[in-house]
């Protein structure tokens, strides 16, 4: 299925893994995206994405996990293409909804008791809808 390619300006989102429902958090893009590769004036970003989520909480669980976990958690999006190449380097091209491996952090309770919760980082909107590929 053909989807849109990830360029400068895309949407990332914390999405809680069942039953770790109802979690935040802070991502921040630690890799870059190509410096060659443009679409429209937007650079692309290739295959593996290093990210940063911090500050992550949990209000659906039981306790709700309000305080956020005091540590930063690395995580990377793979591109799920199979067909779309760089054509330079070989590298796949990230695409709207990859997504990171499961990710764990524990946030706090109200009463201090770590909660260890389950997510992902998602591609939710791919910053540009001109260009797809599969």
């Known amino acids: ?5 990830a360029v ?6 914390v999405v809680g893994e069942i039953p770790s429902e109802g979690v ?16 429209k004036g937007n650079k692309v970003y290739l295959h593996d994405l290093s990210l940063l989520v ?3 909480t949990a209000a659906g669980t ?14 990377n ?14 590298k796949q091209l990230l695409r ?3 997504e990171t491996n499961i990710m764990t952090a524990s946030p706090l309770t109200s009463g201090g ?6 997510f992902r980082v998602k591609i939710v909107d791919a910053g540009q809808t001109g260009w797809r590929g599969e």
């Not at 039981?62 to 995580?75: E, K, Q, R, V």
């Not at 008791?113 to 389950?118: I, K, S, Y």
Request: a neutral charge; hydrophobic letters at 35%; glycine letters at 8%.
């Open 8 to 13: 400068e300006g895309m949407t990332l989102l």
């Open 54 to 56: 911090s500050g992550v």
């Open 96 to 98: 709207l909804d990859d």
């Open 24 to 39: 935040t958090g802070v991502v921040a893009i630690v890799g870059l995206p190509d410096s060659k590769k443009r679409q």
């Open 113 to 118: 008791t770590p909660v260890p919760v389950n």
């Open 62 to 75: 039981a306790p709700p996990a309000t305080t956020p976990d005091p540590l930063s958690i690395n995580g």
């Open 1 to 5: 299925m053909k989807k849109e390619f």
């Open 77 to 90: 999006i793979q591109a799920s293409g199979s067909k779309t190449r760089d054509t330079i380097t070989s």
